[in-house]
């Protein structure tokens, strides 16, 4: 290999190297291995002509707004908007050795080229070209282009390496789409936190997310009962009909008792073939959904343990939005397909092969579909914990679902007349059960209970096969069946990422890179953005908007609550990839928004002069600090200081902060408390209360105990 790598892909004369660089170490691990650079030096990979380094994801971001003027430091709505002409990049501290080494690797002189090998898409240019900037090099660069991370496609891609100029529009485009969230969220939660008096989070993917909860909430809220009747009849042979609801009770109750001993005779029997295609394969929303219903996982635990089994080549790359393979995955889906019945649960479950459905190279971005690798044996699956073995069968049953046949049915419905009333029932026969055959054997096996639940509320087939016009049946049972309408239901992390995923969809081109709101690989991270703050909470599998979440968006203009702007956004973001409008058009337009954000949070009146008297003075700006429900807080509408009722420190210990012991850390900074609780040792023990406040206004606790020296 290291032969045909050295006259194929190394152009440079021995003592001379490509340095290439991905975005993450294990990406860099799998190049090395093809490329033949063996030797694991401090931070890179060397051998055959290459150094293969990585970004550790985005080396470096946009800088905060004091990084422009110390006064920024304080919110005060009077400075915004905050509009960086240009905009300064730092570099994230905790990577700074890193990128340090990265940016020395990119300046060698014995480098005389550079392979942009981070992932094939918006963000990974973004990610590459900010590192390169900062690197100051002027080093040729060249891309590496890649939909699949198999072995044959990786030789192929460093053999055919792409003029970078190619994706300077790609890379603009991420620039621009970075600087246009900073903008909106920035100046939005500062301008809507200073008019409000307390602490508002605003982003353009999180506040539409946070609007459908609240509106969801709010439907279930509002929702009026309505009750409605009807009559069922019971002919005692499986057939069940039943009139249309009807508000008339007492006309129920009559017609019940009038067809009681009699006949109901088949008047008119309607069917409609109806053909259901199986399945895609998964990209990672659509997993993270079928997960969640089925086991109950979030969204967010889902993606870690997709990353360990990514890791650990177990499958493919993990955060991608496509749904299809490559030409040059065909092999692998068959060997896969060949593969699966010799996994525990699956001997029986096969697929015809139908291949080609899942083949399509112009639907696949960044990554191809999740898949399992051919590291997967059935060895390796039962030595993985249970939690990532179900997720693994997921995977597998899809690949026998997606490359299954259609399942064919017939939607039938039955109307009878009794007492010269009108009942119908409906069904379902299935003509062909195509790959609905390998998804009831794998509920039926890993997934009983769900399974059951399913089967109840299907209707047999066989009482509708035998079924002809003119058929006479008994009425052997006869009620009144009361009907209630039901409330819309919570979201569920299932519901929310498909409401997320197709959020304002009709808004969106054709052919844009991102629908819907976030990417696959950010919208877990939303979510849990937004229990953080306090305005989501997890009950169970269900996802309710808080108190705190439905009083921000309840402040938030329409503009930032609906999709429609992410919508707009990525419209305007292709054609600026594409070479049809100019980034500084796009900006523009950006900075007209987000100054009238700003305009919007002027007009919210001054909030009223605090009653009472205060618990002490702020230590931030020396201003009054007043009790609030669920907080002690700054008057001052532009400070950021505030002490929480309820945090994770003293919930920890079993504690509430009190108004006596908030003022005793404006004064003195701790507090003596004697009932601290223990959950541990289950008992309450004595220590001091610390409060450290921060240059931006955040809390740090700590305790002390009496017995301690000083």
Same mark, same amino acid.
Request: hydrophobic fraction near 35%; include cysteine; charge should be positive.
């Given at each position: 290999?290291?032969?045909?790598?050295?006259?194929?892909n190394?152009p440079f004369?021995?003592?001379?190297f490509?340095?290439?660089?991905?975005?993450?170490?294990?990406v860099a691990k799998q190049?090395a291995?093809v490329l033949g650079?063996?030797?694991r030096?401090d931070g890179w990979?060397?051998g055959n002509?290459?150094?293969i380094?990585?970004?550790l994801g985005?080396?470096s971001?946009?800088?905060?707004p004091?990084?422009?003027?110390?006064?920024?430091?304080?919110?005060?709505?009077?400075?915004l908007?905050?509009l960086p002409?240009?905009?300064l990049?730092?570099?994230d501290?905790?990577?700074?050795e890193?990128a340090a080494?990265?940016?020395?690797q990119?300046?060698?002189?014995?480098?005389k080229l550079?392979?942009?090998a981070c992932?094939?898409g918006?963000e990974?240019?973004l990610?590459?070209r900010?590192?390169?900037?900062l690197s100051k090099s002027t080093?040729p660069v060249k891309?590496?282009?890649l939909?699949?991370?198999?072995e044959?496609?990786?030789q192929d891609?460093?053999?055919?390496?792409?003029?970078?100029e190619?994706?300077?529009?790609?890379?603009?485009?991420?620039?621009?789409?970075?600087?246009?969230d900073?903008l909106?969220g920035?100046?939005?939660s500062?301008a809507?936190t200073?008019a409000y008096?307390?602490?508002?989070?605003?982003g353009?993917?999180?506040?539409?997310t946070?609007?459908?909860?609240?509106?969801?909430?709010?439907d279930?809220?509002?929702?009026?009962?309505k009750?409605s009747?009807?009559?069922k009849i019971?002919?005692?042979?499986?057939?069940? @009909?039943e009139?249309?609801?009807?508000?008339? &009770?007492? /006309?129920c109750?009559?017609?019940?008792a =009038?067809c009681?001993?009699?006949t %109901?005779t088949?008047?008119?029997?309607?069917?409609?073939d109806t053909?259901n295609?199986?399945p895609l394969l998964?990209d990672?929303t659509?997993?993270?959904?079928e997960a969640?219903?089925?086991?109950?996982f979030?969204a967010?635990?889902?993606?870690d343990?997709?990353?360990k089994?990514y890791?650990d080549?177990l499958i493919?790359?993990?955060?991608?939005?496509s749904r299809?393979?490559t030409h040059?995955?065909e092999f692998s889906?068959?060997?896969?397909i060949k593969?699966?019945?010799?996994f525990?649960?699956?001997q029986s479950?096969?697929?015809?092969g139908?291949?080609?459905?899942?083949?399509d190279?112009?639907?696949v971005?960044d990554?191809?579909?999740?898949?399992?690798?051919?590291? @997967?044996?059935p060895?390796v699956f039962?030595? &993985?914990? /249970?939690?990532e073995q179900?997720l693994? =069968?997921?995977?597998l049953?899809? %690949?026998?679902e997606?490359?299954?046949?259609e399942?064919?049915?017939?939607?039938?419905?039955?109307t009878?007349?009794?007492?010269?009333?009108e009942?119908?029932a409906h069904g379902?026969i299935y003509e062909q059960?195509?790959?609905l055959?390998?998804r009831q054997?794998?509920l039926?096996?890993?997934?009983?209970?769900?399974s059951?639940?399913?089967?109840e509320?299907r209707?047999?087939?066989?009482?509708?096969?035998s079924?002809?016009?003119?058929d006479?049946?008994p009425?052997?049972?006869v009620?009144v069946e009361?009907h209630r309408?039901?409330?819309?239901k919570?979201?569920?992390?299932?519901?929310l990422?498909?409401?997320?995923q197709?959020a304002?969809?009709?808004?969106?081109?054709?052919?844009v890179?991102?629908?819907?709101?976030g990417?696959? /690989?950010t919208?877990a991270?939303?979510?849990e953005?937004?229990i953080?703050?306090?305005?989501?909470?997890r009950n169970?599998k269900?996802l309710?908007?808080?108190?705190?979440?439905?009083s921000?968006?309840s402040r938030?203009p329409e503009?930032?609550c609906?999709?429609?702007?992410?919508?707009?956004?990525?419209?305007h973001?292709?054609d600026?990839?594409?070479g049809t409008?100019?980034?500084s058009?796009?900006?523009?337009e950006?900075?007209?928004?987000?100054?009238?954000?700003?305009?919007?949070?002027?007009?919210v009146?001054?909030?009223?002069?605090?009653?009472g008297?205060?618990v002490?003075?702020c230590?931030?700006c020396?201003?009054?600090?007043?009790?609030?429900e669920?907080?002690?807080?700054?008057?001052?509408?532009d400070?950021?200081f505030a002490?929480?009722?309820e945090?994770?420190?003293?919930?920890?210990v079993?504690?509430e902060l009190?108004r006596?012991?908030a003022?005793?850390?404006?004064?003195d900074?701790?507090t003596h408390?004697?009932?601290?609780?223990s959950?541990?040792k289950?008992?309450?023990?004595?220590?001091?209360?610390?409060?450290?406040?921060?240059e931006?206004g955040k809390?740090?606790?700590?305790?002390?105990?009496?017995?301690?020296?000083d």
């Open positions: 290999m290291e032969n045909m790598n050295e006259k194929k190394n004369p021995q003592g001379f490509t340095l290439v660089i991905t975005e993450k170490p294990s190049f291995g650079a063996y030797t030096k990979y060397e002509g290459y150094l380094s990585w970004c985005h080396l971001e946009l800088a905060a004091e990084v422009y003027d110390p006064k920024y430091k304080q919110w005060n709505i009077s400075d908007p905050i002409k240009p905009f990049m730092v570099t501290g905790d990577k700074a890193h080494m990265l940016y020395e990119m300046n060698r002189p014995d480098v550079i392979v942009n992932d094939a918006r990974g240019e990610i590459f900010n590192a390169y900037a080093i891309r590496l282009w939909s699949s991370m198999e044959d496609a990786i891609g460093f053999a055919h390496l792409k003029p970078s190619e994706f300077d529009n790609l890379g603009i485009a991420a620039r621009c789409r970075a600087e246009a900073w909106v920035i100046n939005g500062r809507f200073s008096g307390e602490r508002m989070s605003v353009r993917v999180q506040t539409p946070l609007s459908m909860l609240a509106k969801r909430e709010k279930i809220a509002g929702h009026k009962v009750e009747w009807s009559v019971d002919t005692g042979c499986g057939l069940i @009909l009139t249309k609801p009807s508000d008339d &009770r007492t /006309a109750s009559q017609l019940s =009038r009681e001993n009699k %109901v088949i008047t008119d029997i309607r069917k409609r053909r295609d199986p998964y990672l659509t997993l993270q959904r969640n219903r089925y086991y109950g979030p967010q635990a889902t993606l343990l997709l990353q089994l890791l080549k493919t790359y993990p955060r991608s939005d299809y393979v040059d995955m889906i068959y060997r896969l593969e699966i019945p010799n525990d649960g699956f479950m096969t697929s015809p139908n291949v080609s459905r899942v083949i190279d112009q639907k971005s990554h191809t579909a999740i898949l399992p690798t051919k590291q @997967l044996t060895a039962r030595e &993985r914990s /249970a939690e179900h693994l =069968r997921l995977l049953l899809r %690949v026998l997606s490359t299954s046949q399942a064919l049915l017939q939607e039938k419905e039955v009878g007349v009794c007492c010269g009333e009942f119908t379902k059960m195509g790959y055959a390998a054997q794998f039926d096996r890993f997934l009983p209970d769900y059951r639940e399913q089967q509320e209707i047999s087939p066989e009482r509708f096969r079924v002809k016009t003119g006479k049946y009425v052997e049972e009620s009361s309408s039901s409330p819309p919570h979201y569920t992390e299932d519901t990422l498909r409401a997320m197709n304002e969809s009709k808004s969106f081109l054709p052919d890179e991102r629908t819907g709101l990417t696959p /690989a919208r991270g939303i979510i953005k937004l953080r703050a306090g305005y989501v909470q169970k269900h309710l908007c808080t108190e705190d979440g439905a921000l968006i938030m503009t930032l609906s999709a429609a702007l992410t919508a707009d956004w990525e419209n973001l292709r600026v990839e594409a409008l100019a980034s058009e796009f900006m523009a950006i900075q007209k928004l987000t100054g009238e954000i700003v305009e919007e949070a002027r007009k009146p001054p909030p009223k002069k605090p009653k008297l205060s002490g003075c230590p931030l020396g201003e009054p600090v007043m009790e609030g669920k907080l002690f807080y700054c008057v001052r509408r400070c950021r002490l929480w009722k945090n994770r420190f003293l919930t920890a079993g504690k009190s006596e012991m003022a005793d850390l404006l004064k900074g701790a408390v004697t009932d601290f609780r959950r541990k289950n008992r309450s023990f004595i220590a001091d209360l610390h409060m450290h406040v921060e931006d809390i740090r606790y700590s305790l002390s105990f009496p017995n301690e020296s």
